[in-house]
Nanobody
Framework: QVQLVESGGGLVQPGGSLRLSCAAS????????MGWYRQAPGKQRELVAT???????NYADSVKGRFTISRDNANNTVYLQMNSLKPEDTAVYYC??????????WGQGTQVTVSS
């Protein structure tokens, strides 16, 4: 089992920045990769960014050049630095991990609202 706790969401104006954090605990040695998804009201949950062993990263086209995913392995934490935020980035952001066994675990979500 892996437990995830997200933080860092909030209200920000267009063009602003936020940094989301996700702290993992439990069977951390089973973690293969970590990532962020988001879900806006009435929309499907979509992949935002992932980071795997070897720090291989992948981003949705809509956030490339604006968002950066990173890991602090010593603290079992993944971050999502979000710059140049747009209203369409408004969503609940969920942290997720994939284990070596192929199982996925999810955090409770943190709200990001981009509005004037």
């Amino acid at each position: 089992q892996v437990q995830l706790v997200e933080s860092g969401g909030g209200l920000v104006q267009p063009g602003g920045s936020l940094r989301l954090s996700c702290a993992a605990s439990g069977n951390i040695f089973s973690i293969y990769g970590m990532g962020w998804y988001r879900q806006a009201p009435g929309k499907q949950r979509e992949l935002v960014a992932t980071i795997a062993r070897g720090d291989r990263t992948n981003y949705a086209d809509s956030v490339k050049g604006r968002f950066t995913i990173s890991r602090d392995n010593a603290n079992n934490t993944v971050y999502l630095q979000m710059n140049s935020l747009k209203p369409e980035d408004t969503a609940v952001y969920y942290c997720t991990v994939q284990t070596n066994f192929g199982a996925n675990y999810w955090g409770q979500g943190t709200q990001v609202t981009v509005s004037s």
